[in-house]
């Protein structure tokens, strides 16, 4: 079984100012991916950014980015300039494949932008 | 792209009353659906899964016979609370994936329950 540990419960971060949210997790697998998903007020859940396990290079997606160590097992979501509507719920999830795509859910971390 | 769709977006009835919530990818054919059920401030638990034409595969603790699903063609998988209590009252969300693992599930914007 796998699991996914977020330790920070809640964030906040000013406006235009960096801010990283930590993951960490536990697979036996080798072959897995790993994705970030913001869920705002509205409850939507978004894909941010995710990142194959097989590859080295950091995923990048505009404002958000990752640091991925595979052997240490981490998976942190760096958010550059962060703006109001970054302001959300954010789940570090992962999925082993072969396993009928099931993702393990974090428990999340609440991130307040102000102002 | 990837775009699901989850009808209603909230629901309120009453006691012993039987809810569908459907979901549907537009623009992408989804071979695998998810319904998950999400708590006040917490994670969102998975159901079940559901691929096309076969019978859902349900997690542990989750009652087949209360959450029905249906995933009758490659685009619709159906959810249906029977007999409603207050208890079944959540916020339930779906989510759809196309046909390789490395695609990632698309979400539908959820569906509020809430039983009287």
């Known amino acids: 079984a796998q699991t996914v540990t977020q330790s920070q419960p809640e964030m906040s971060v000013q406006e235009a100012e960096t801010v990283t949210l930590s993951c960490t997790y536990d697979?036996?697998?080798?072959?897995?991916?790993l994705f970030w998903y913001k869920q705002p007020p509205s409850r939507q859940m978004i894909l941010v950014i995710r990142q194959e396990a097989y590859k080295q290079q950091n995923a990048t997606e505009n404002r958000f980015s990752v640091n991925f160590q595979k052997a240490a097992k981490s998976f942190s979501l760096k958010i550059s300039d962060s703006q109001l509507g970054d302001t959300a719920m954010y789940f570090c999830a992962l999925v082993n494949t072969g396993t009928a795509s099931k993702l393990t859910f974090g428990t999340g971390t609440r991130l307040q932008v102000t102002l | 792209g990837a775009v699901v769709s989850q009808h209603p977006s909230r629901v309120i009835c009453k006691s012993g009353t039987s809810v569908k919530i459907e979901c549907r990818s537009l623009d992408f054919q989804a071979t695998t659906m998810f319904w998950y059920r999400q708590f006040p401030k917490q994670s969102l638990m998975l159901m079940a899964t559901?691929?096309?034409?076969?019978?859902?595969?349900?997690e542990q603790g989750v009652e087949k016979d209360k959450f029905l699903i249906n995933h009758a063609s490659l685009t619709l998988s159906t959810l249906t609370v029977t007999s409603a209590h207050p208890e079944d009252s959540s916020f339930y969300i779906c989510?759809?994936?196309?046909?390789?693992?490395?695609?990632?599930?698309?979400f539908g914007d959820g569906t509020r329950l809430s039983i009287l």
């Open positions: 559901s691929n096309e034409g076969s019978k859902a595969t349900y």
């Open positions: 989510s759809a994936r196309g046909g390789y693992d490395n695609q990632p599930q698309h």
């Open positions: 697979t036996s697998e080798n072959n897995y991916y």
